[in-house]
C-alpha cells in the first residue's frame, strides 16, 4: 500500500474519531431548554399484565383505592340479604350509573334488587380478581350483564382481551352457575369512525359473540352502532369525551337491552 494512500485512510480515521466525541457531547446551542411542566400529568402507561389472570389493580396508591372499593362492593353484598336479581359488572362505564345514568338506573332497574360492582379503570384481569374474592358470593342473580375490555386496549392485544373478556364469562358461569350472562359488546369509543381503536373493537366483538350459546347460559348483545349517527361518528350528545355515556346514552343502553334483559329474566 503507498504511503499516500495510508495517510488518506490515517486522515479518515481521525475525522471519524473526532466525529463520534463531538457527537457524544450535547451542544449548548442545539440543547433545549426543560419543558414546562403540564398543568394535568399526562396518564401513565398502562402496565403489562396478562387479560386473562387475576390481579389487584395497584397504581400510585399501591392498590389502596381498589381495595377499598372491593371492600364497599363487600359490604354492598352483605346489606342484600342475598337478594339480587340483576348484577352489573363492568369498569368506569358500568360504575357510571352511579353518576350520569343513576336517575336512568332507578327508573329501569331499581324495583329489579340491582348490585352494581363496576369500577372505574378496572380491565378484565380485575373483574376476574374481584370475582374471584367475594364480590358475588352468596347470591344468585337472575342476569348478570357485562361489559368489559376497553382499558385494555392500551396493554393487550386483541387475542389477549378475548380471552380475558372470556375468562370473566367463565368466572361470572362458575360462581354463579344458576344466573344467565348478558354479555355486551365493548362500546365504540372515539369519535370518528376511523380511529383505530374502532377497527380493534369490531374485531374484539366478533370474538366474543361466539361465547354466545343462545341464550341457554349466555347471551351477546352488540348495542354499540345506537351510539352513533348515520356516519359513525361519537357524538358529545351521547358520549362528552367519546367513551363515557352520558344521561342520553344510558337511556340509549337501557332501551337497547330492555327487551333482551326481560327475556333472560324470565
Known amino acids: 500500500m503507498s504511503d499516500r494512500l495510508l495517510r488518506i485512510l490515517g486522515r479518515s480515521v481521525v475525522a471519524a474519531l473526532l466525529a463520534m466525541n463531538f457527537a457524544a457531547v450535547p451542544s449548548f446551542a442545539q440543547t433545549k431548554a426543560p419543558a414546562k411542566p403540564e398543568a394535568k400529568p399526562a396518564a401513565a402507561p398502562a402496565v403489562k399484565e396478562a387479560a386473562d389472570k387475576p390481579a389487584i389493580k395497584m397504581g400510585k396508591d399501591e392498590g389502596k ?8 362492593f363487600l359490604a354492598d353484598l352483605k346489606a342484600t340479604n342475598g337478594k339480587v336479581d340483576v348484577l352489573f359488572v363492568g369498569d368506569s362505564i358500568t360504575d357510571g350509573w352511579r353518576r350520569g345514568g343513576k336517575k336512568v338506573f332507578d327508573a329501569n332497574y331499581g324495583s329489579q334488587a340491582p348490585l352494581n360492582i363496576g369500577i372505574g379503570g378496572d380491565r378484565t384481569q380485575h373483574v376476574i ?14 342476569v348478570a350483564m357485562l361489559m368489559i375490555g376497553t382499558n385494555n386496549l392500551s396493554a393487550n392485544t386483541d387475542e389477549e382481551i378475548v380471552a380475558g373478556i372470556t375468562k370473566c364469562v367463565t368466572t361470572l358461569r362458575e360462581k354463579l352457575p344458576k344466573t344467565k350472562v ?14 383505530a381503536a374502532r377497527a380493534r373493537i369490531k374485531t374484539i366483538n366478533a370474538a366474543i359473540a361466539k361465547l354466545d350459546d343462545a341464550g341457554k347460559t349466555v347471551k351477546y348483545l352488540d348495542i354499540g352502532e345506537k351510539f352513533l349517527d348515520k356516519e359513525g361518528n361519537l357524538t358529545k350528545e351521547i358520549m362528552p369525551d367519546a367513551l363515557h355515556p352520558n344521561e342520553k346514552g344510558y337511556e340509549i343502553w337501557a332501551e337497547a337491552v330492555k327487551s333482551t334483559l326481560a327475556d333472560l329474566m324470565k
Open 129 to 142: 380478581w374481584r370475582l374471584q374474592n367475594g364480590e358475588v358470593e352468596g347470591i344468585s342473580p337472575k
Open 182 to 195: 348478558l354479555l355486551l359488546g365493548v362500546f365504540p369509543r372515539s369519535a370518528k369512525p376511523t380511529d
Open 65 to 72: 383505592g381498589f381495595l377499598a372499593r372491593h371492600e364497599g
